[in-house]
């Protein structure tokens, strides 16, 4: 057994939390993790309230071991999330992005435990100014929205910078990451592409399989999907899109390279892409064009966004769907941290955390017969 902050604060047998992913970590992922030891976090940013209602039971009738729901703190309809947090006895609440101060405080009332996530040591400081219980940091090998500073760099920055338990996010998969980040100061860590792929996520086989294939230059990190930074599994669809011209052109040249737009009949393609999924996107979410062209107005204004990202940004629900839900790695979008070129097996979530807790076991113990010695 391998004791921390972060297992006394939430009361957990291992110091392994499986990420929010939307579409991906429902219920079923979510009591699998908590389950076997973990804590398992359902993404709520991709389900309506009647459907995190009905999450938050199912999730409850599966697993008696504590369990999370990762929220956005900038939903129009956050206050009404933490009502279902609080009212379904829901144990800890983890904010995408950065959290808001009434809301944490809403939460804390009512004895849930609270988690951020962090990008930048500011954010931690911030976060833990507000009263958080404990921050994610992920660091920028991680999948979907990332910041720059790589895991290595950042989690020991966290983690002297903050008196909190600090959860080590962004390239984990074993128990050697998990030593890892504890000497590096974190108190566990929290792994997405890893529980994506097990046996017990509700990903199609056949988009498993893409995941699988992927080596360690199979993702890149653009903002040509939706405005922001997010990694991403490359795909054709993934390449034409950042306009990808091969190794020559270097993964570190993917990185941030995704701020600009294409130009000519490229630029005119993608822009005729995005207005089909966007439409697409307003047929399924029931959203009527007035509110779609107002969220859109918001962004670009606020956000600083140009027309086509506004687009894009719309179609990202959509993308995800298409590959998460649908099974069409080639017409969706796959959120994918770096480690997917790592990985080869589809274990349970309770094989993975029984393997990583056994080698994190039998490193600490090289690591003492290596101080002996
Ligand atoms: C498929 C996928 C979907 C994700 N969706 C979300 C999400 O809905 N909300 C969120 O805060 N983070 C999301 N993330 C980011 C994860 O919560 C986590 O930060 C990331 O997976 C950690 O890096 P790793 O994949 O290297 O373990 C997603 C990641 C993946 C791989």
Request: with cysteine; net charge positive; aromatic share 4%.
């Amino acid at each position: 057994m391998i004791r921390t902050p972060l297992t006394e604060l939430l009361g957990i047998r291992h110091p392994v939390v499986q990420a929010a992913m939307g579409y991906v970590s429902g219920p079923r992922l979510a009591a699998a993790t908590s389950n076997a030891g973990g804590l398992g976090l359902i993404a709520s940013a991709t389900m309506s309230l009647a459907e995190l209602e009905r999450a938050i039971a199912e999730t409850r009738s599966r697993t008696s071991a504590p369990f999370g729901v990762n929220l956005r703190a900038d939903a129009p309809d956050a206050a009404e999330r933490v009502g279902l947090i609080v009212a379904g006895r829901v144990p800890v609440a983890s904010f995408a992005q950065a959290p808001k101060p009434e809301l944490v405080a809403a939460l804390k009332d009512a004895g849930v435990i609270t988690i951020a996530s962090v990008g930048a040591r500011r954010h931690a400081e911030k976060a833990a100014g507000w009263g958080i219980d404990a921050v994610i940091a992920t660091g920028g090998e991680g999948g979907g929205h990332v910041g720059a500073v790589p895991t290595s760099l950042l989690i020991p920055q966290v983690a002297s910078a903050v008196d909190i338990p600090v959860i080590a996010a962004g390239g984990f998969f074993d128990g050697r990451g998990l030593v890892a980040a504890l000497a590096w100061g974190a108190a566990g860590i929290a792994m997405g592409t890893r529980f994506l792929l097990t046996s017990d996520s509700p990903v199609p086989d056949a988009v498993k399989q893409v995941y699988l294939a992927a080596g360690l230059d199979g993702t890149v990190v653009t903002a040509r999907v939706d405005g922001v930074p997010h990694r991403v599994l490359r795909t054709r669809m993934v390449d034409q899109l950042v306009g990808w011209h091969g190794p020559a052109g270097g993964l570190g040249s993917g990185l941030g390279s995704g701020s600009g737009w294409l130009s000519g009949p490229r630029r005119a393609a993608a822009l005729v892409r995005s207005a089909r999924n966007a439409a697409g996107f307003r047929g399924q979410s029931g959203m009527s064009w007035r509110e779609m062209l107002r969220q859109g107005r918001t962004m670009h204004q606020a956000g600083g966004l140009t027309w086509g990202q506004v687009l894009m940004a719309a179609n990202t629900p959509v993308l995800l769907h298409a590959a998460m839900v649908d099974g069409r790695p080639d017409l969706g979008l796959m959120s994918s941290g770096q480690v997917a070129g790592l990985i080869d097996d589809l274990p349970s979530c309770a094989e993975l955390i029984g393997a990583i807790m056994t080698e994190a076991e039998a490193c600490l113990d090289r690591l003492a017969t290596a101080r002996s010695a």
